[in-house]
């Protein structure tokens, strides 16, 4: 079967990839749709380190075709979204309902793949950059039918990341003021979701002004191309400010730009040995900086929500998919994504 396979040194889509059965607790998913998130990008260019070799994507839907022993909750034929967290259910994490935090679902990556006699490792517990993969049962979301599968296989990574933050995290409240540095996939789930959760003002900002019409679309009272006028609009500071780039001179602006009791979430992924300063007397105003993991999701949970917003018409998914790429044409993908031309490309199979 086809999938993307990094090796440490080339990244290229091969034909003789092979996975195993599902064991007990587990599901086989035949991927439709994937998602090219820039987690993936930041494999290949060292920002995250991982094991080599390794099938990328993260952020799949698909169609059960096979289920092991003991699954109940789907079904081989049921359309699902994937999520990354292969959390045990059983810790302490995990019936606290804080899944994201279970240690079973961090730095333990599986091999369920084969290329050539040699195992490669899989992403994030997913690895959706193949035709088919095997993952753990509890990460297998069951959606309705109707929903279609180039968009469902969004919500899996970045609609779980960056409207869960808002909403999960930073608990955006109705009438709160929000800033969003960055509206790339998750900048643009973070607008949406604090249009969801009634925010009054969402400012967003991206250093590309082509940007402003869907970051308005998703939900933005105001663009800007720099933090320099966010004062002009929010003259005390905001409530919440959502770093999404992943660069620590845009993590202290998101700092310095909040208001008294206000809090920076951080979702934009720097380098691992990256260092952020900030000055420590700003932050006597009960100001927090929070760390996001995966938007503090409960994706059972979260995944069958999102999706009957979406069928409302209240959370965007289509708007998302600004283009299709066959699996043939992942470097093109790459290249657009890495070029900013994209909000989310999406691979087919």
């Not at 730095?107 to 040699?118: A, D, I, K, S």
């Not at 992403?123 to 993969?133: D, G, I, K, L, P």
């Amino acid at each position: 079967m086809r999938g993307v396979v990094f090796d440490g040194k080339r990244l290229e889509v091969v034909d003789d990839l092979e996975v195993r059965e599902p064991g007990p607790g587990e599901v086989q998913v035949a991927i439709s749709a994937a998602g090219l998130c820039h987690s993936d990008l930041s494999v290949v260019d060292g920002t995250i380190p991982f094991p080599v070799p390794v099938v990328l994507g993260h952020e799949g839907a698909g169609v059960v075709e096979a289920v092991g022993a003991g699954v109940t909750h789907v079904g081989v034929g049921d359309h699902v979204a994937l999520s990354t967290l292969a959390n045990c259910g059983t810790c302490a994490e995990c019936d606290r309902g804080r899944p994201t935090m279970c240690r079973q679902a961090i730095g333990r990556p599986g091999r369920p793949f084969v290329q050539g006699g040699r195992a490669v490792y899989q992403f994030a517990s997913n690895s959706a950059f193949a035709e088919r993969t095997v993952v753990k049962a509890v990460q297998a979301v069951r959606i309705p039918k109707d929903i279609p599968l180039p968009a469902a296989a969004l919500i899996g990574c970045g609609v779980l990341t960056g409207v869960g933050a808002v909403l999960n995290r930073a608990r955006v409240d109705r009438g709160d003021s929000v800033l969003v540095i960055g509206t790339g996939g998750i900048g643009l789930n973070v607008i949406q979701g604090a249009r969801i959760a009634g925010a009054l003002r969402i400012v967003a900002v991206d250093a590309n002004p082509a940007k402003e019409a869907v970051a308005r679309q998703f939900g933005a009272t105001h663009f800007l191309t720099s933090t320099q006028g966010v004062k002009e609009i929010l003259p005390t500071g905001a409530d919440h400010a959502f770093e999404c780039v992943g660069r620590v001179e845009l993590i202290r602006q998101a700092i310095d730009l909040l208001d008294r009791h206000g809090q920076a979430v951080l979702l934009g992924v720097p380098a691992a040995t990256a260092e952020a300063s900030f000055l420590v007397s700003s932050m006597y105003l009960d100001k927090s900086i929070l760390g996001c993991r995966y938007g503090s999701s409960r994706p059972q949970r979260d995944i069958a929500v999102y999706a009957e917003l979406y069928r409302a018409g209240r959370l965007l998914l289509d708007e998302l998919v600004t283009e299709t790429y066959p699996i043939e044409d992942f470097e093109k993908a790459k290249a657009d994504a890495e070029a900013g031309r994209v909000a989310r490309g999406v691979l087919t199979f």
